[in-house]
């Protein structure tokens, strides 16, 4: 059994790898949404006092936009980073003006069909290249937030070669035009004066062009005026007024406004001086009560010296989160194979603090290596959170496979032993600390899904920390969940608590296959929301097949030749056509389904419409494969008291679903503090989003229900 679970354990580890991947580097990248391109223009060549300019354009498919330097209510800006030589170095992004798009009642700004992003290039004169050098390599990595109804981060890395000696001209009208569409300066004395919650504007010294003419505003600051409010604006002779209301979620108080007033395509920036005091900004995100007063709790006992008291109540709390780990229904199954170790080494005191240890390395590395590939990965630019190994089908699949055997096996259908050559089937006998280890091992990887109490706010705040604090949270979390098994492997009176070895183990042994075939229904289920139904039915034929191929390796002779080699030939047959199958969407007709009821899906803005418009909003994140999830949705969430209060308030329910991979909601997790679902947000307009604790309580609904 160690060497099979170290090869099943491969094979996980390989199929959450290939669930994520880096674009390719080159001039272009594409998507389903937008083609980029990164662009050059030289016409002098490179060199000191040279006009250089690179750019990215981006050329959406219809209805598709991505964002300005102030994106509006949602949102987020391009992000250009460059890698250039010695003595060469980037400008600022030369902006267009952008276009107001209004979504319902918020307001963005940003392009749509073909924009280029110009940037000059600065030719130091310490830029100097070796004389056998032919060309000028420019490196960059983007990203941007393309949006339609919902919204895909996406990214790409990208690389171009100018020639040093002769022109680069190719893409000179492209250049042209971006640049003819910068806003043009405006000088001369500019106010804005705060007033009654609004800014009275006056703008002086525009172009006869524009006057007289009714304008587009667009702030340079974000989160400063409310985008989509109503405001209005006249012309007093050549002086152009306006009234524009502050935002009740502004942000920045900025002394001076540099502001873009637009006609069409065409725009004119001045800079504003800020008049007046600002009003207070708004506050910052709350949690409820229950979950507040818990986290007070945790901090007055964590008072002791540590490298302070953010990272210090993060390892409280990673260390009770683990513990209490070990009550989540997720983690039964590996509970009923340590209860029949324990019950093994009951007369053997040694064995059982051999066991005991090595269980909690093989708990407490597995956390790291999960952690450690989880942080690599978002250095990368991956959006992860925990549980991110499960939004892979090949891995829920795998995960099942894994548990059907050992199902089978603890019912007597099969022995490894039986199965493995005899060099292989005797390391178990000469190295049990390997089953205790890799059984710590199995126990993480089946418990990643669940989130106990106060790991949340732990694992949010350790994807924020540096390297070797994040990975000392997860170690730390892998502690608490070992700590129960490790602590009665050392005290002598749990063994005597323990019954003695008998016939009994054999029935209880073939008793605990059913807490396996039990998970292995429910990740069935999980797969079946991830890729439908035809994969749920994909993989049942798999795990049918597996069982035929492992029943017929227990018989003797030409009828175990016989049919074990037909039965492995079916069962790759049968995973080759079933592969498309596993890791397929779900058709839409049955993603639609899950919107059926009250719960609506749920988008960010989809979130700050409903906000803005006065109703309540509670989001639910949730994933498929989080137990926790499932438990809360069934019990506090079909409560019919936090039913009925929601309907009387009048609450719109959304529910985010991170049951595959979705970069947005990833986005969502980290803004609230949280790395890993379940999460539970109320938001109200005009107060800050409350969040609520992982295990759902009536009692603490309501509490933050009642008060509207």
């Avoid at 524009?210 to 604006?233: D, H, N, S």
């Avoid at 049968?574 to 009821?597: C, E, I, M, N, S």
């Avoid at 947000?681 to 969040?691: I, L, N, Q």
Wanted: glycine fraction near 10%.
């Amino acid at each position: 059994m160690t060497a099979f679970l170290r090869f099943f354990l491969a094979a996980l580890l390989l199929a959450t790898g290939v669930a994520s991947h880096a674009a390719g580097s080159g001039p272009v990248v594409s998507t389903e949404r937008v083609r980029a391109e990164l662009l050059a223009h030289a016409p002098d060549g490179v060199g000191l006092g040279k006009a250089v300019w690179v750019g990215l354009q981006l050329a959406h498919q219809p209805q598709w936009h991505t964002y300005w330097k102030n994106p509006g209510d949602s949102g987020l800006p391009t992000r250009l980073e460059w890698t250039l030589p010695p003595g060469v170095l980037p400008g600022d992004i030369q902006w267009p003006v952008p276009k107001k798009i209004p979504i319902g009642t918020l307001a963005n700004y940003g392009y749509e069909g073909t924009v280029l992003l110009p940037v000059p290039l600065e030719i130091a004169p310490d830029f100097k290249p070796s004389p056998l050098a032919q060309d000028l390599e420019v490196q960059l990595k983007a990203s941007w937030l393309v949006c339609r109804l919902e919204c895909i981060p996406e990214d790409g890395e990208f690389t171009l070669k100018l020639p040093l000696r002769s022109s680069t001209a190719l893409h000179g009208p492209a250049f042209d035009a971006a640049l003819s569409a910068q806003p043009r300066p405006v000088a001369g004395g500019h106010e804005a004066t705060i007033a009654d919650g609004a800014l009275e504007i006056r703008v002086q010294g525009l172009p006869p062009a524009a006057q007289g003419k009714r304008l587009e505003f667009l702030p340079e600051t974000p989160e400063v005026i409310e985008t989509a409010g109503a405001w209005t604006q006249a012309w007093n002779g050549a002086v152009w007024t306006a009234r524009v209301p502050l935002s009740p979620q502004r942000s920045a108080s900025p002394p001076v406004m540099p502001v873009v007033l637009a006609d069409g395509a065409a725009g004119w920036r001045a800079e504003l001086k800020v008049l007046g005091a600002w009003p207070a900004v708004a506050a910052p995100a709350a949690v409820s009560p229950a979950l507040a007063e818990a986290l007070r709790n945790n901090a007055a006992a964590a008072q002791s010296p540590g490298p302070g008291i953010g990272l210090a109540a993060a390892l409280l709390g990673a260390l009770v989160g683990g513990l209490i780990l070990n009550l989540m229904p997720c983690v039964f199954p590996v509970l009923a194979i340590k209860m029949v170790g324990f019950a093994s080494h009951a007369d053997d005191r040694r064995a059982r603090r051999v066991a005991g240890f090595a269980y909690t390395a093989g708990v407490v590395l597995s956390f790291l290596a999960l952690a450690a590939l989880m942080l690599g990965l978002r250095a990368a630019g991956e959006q992860l959170g925990w549980g991110f190994q499960l939004q892979s089908p090949l891995v829920v699949a795998a995960l099942a496979a894994l548990f059907m055997l050992i199902g089978l096996n603890l019912a007597g259908v099969f022995e490894f032993g039986a199965l493995l050559p005899s060099s292989v089937a005797s390391m178990e006998v000469r190295h049990p600390v390997g089953n205790a280890f890799l059984s710590g091992v199995l126990a993480v990887a089946i418990a990643s899904p669940c989130t106990a109490p106060f790991m949340g706010a732990s694992l949010g705040l350790a994807v924020t920390l540096p390297t070797a604090q994040a990975l000392l949270v997860f170690g730390v979390l892998g502690l608490g969940m070992a700590l129960p098994y490790l602590a009665a492997s050392l005290v002598p009176a749990v063994a005597r608590i323990l019954p003695r070895p008998g016939p009994w183990m054999d029935v209880f042994r073939k008793l605990m296959a059913f807490p396996m075939f039990a998970t292995v229904v429910w990740l069935v289920w999980v797969l079946g929301q991830q890729s439908g139904i035809d994969g749920a039915g994909a993989l049942l034929a798999l795990l049918v097949a597996m069982s035929l191929l492992v029943w017929t390796l227990t018989l003797r002779g030409r009828a175990r030749v016989a049919l074990a080699g037909v039965a492995g030939l079916g069962l790759l047959a049968l995973g080759w056509a079933a592969l498309p199958q596993l890791v397929q969407a779900p058709p839409p007709q049955q993603q639609a389904a899950r919107a059926d009821g009250d719960w609506q899906p749920w988008s960010q803005a989809r979130v700050e419409q409903l906000v803005a418009a006065g109703q309540p909003v509670f989001v639910d994140f949730t994933a498929a494969w989080c137990v926790t999830c499932q438990y809360n949705k069934k019990t506090t969430l079909a409560d019919e008291q936090v039913v009925a209060a929601l309907k009387r308030q009048n609450v719109a329910l959304l529910r985010a679903d991170w049951t595959r991979r979705d970069p947005a909601i990833t986005a969502a997790l980290a803004s609230l503090g949280r790395s890993g679902v379940p999460v539970y947000v109320f938001y109200r307009k005009g107060s800050a989003p409350v969040v609520l604790s992982e295990v759902l309580g009536v009692d603490e609904v309501l509490s933050v229900v009642s008060p509207l």
